[in-house]
């Protein structure tokens, strides 16, 4: 089983940046994909971004495309988020996930980390 444990959120005005960092432990098979998902207050979680492990190929929820970036380290295990022009509906708790392949849907993965919170002030 593969453990998950996210760094790296906080507080940043509109239009600022941050780097969301998820170091993984454990069994990590090359068809693993590996993502990031967002739960807002009082909405379900969404999918925002994932990334295969093998080769690199990448998903965005529409929302974040051209803003955020999916990014991995295979020598270190750890998976990357950075987040620019960040707005105010970018406010969530962040979790990085693993599935067995790269996917959008969130009833495949199998494992989560704790969570790292995001605050965006407009």
């Known amino acids: 089983q593969v453990q998950l444990r996210e760094s790296g959120g906080g507080a940043v005005q509109a239009g600022g940046s941050l780097r969301l960092i998820c170091a993984a432990s454990g069994r990590i098979i090359g068809a693993y994909g590996l993502g990031w998902v967002r739960q807002a207050p009082g909405k379900e979680r969404e999918f925002v971004a994932g990334i295969r492990w093998t080769d690199g190929t990448t998903e965005y929820t529409d929302d974040v495309k051209g803003r955020f970036k999916i990014s991995r380290d295979r020598l270190s295990r750890t998976v990357y988020l950075d987040m620019n022009m960040l707005k105010a509906d970018d406010t969530a708790v962040y979790y990085c996930?693993?599935?067995?392949?790269?996917?959008?849907?969130?009833?495949?993965?199998?494992?989560w980390g704790q969570g790292t919170q995001v605050t965006v002030s407009s």
């Open positions: 996930g693993q599935a067995s392949s790269l996917t959008k849907d969130l009833q495949a993965y199998e494992s």
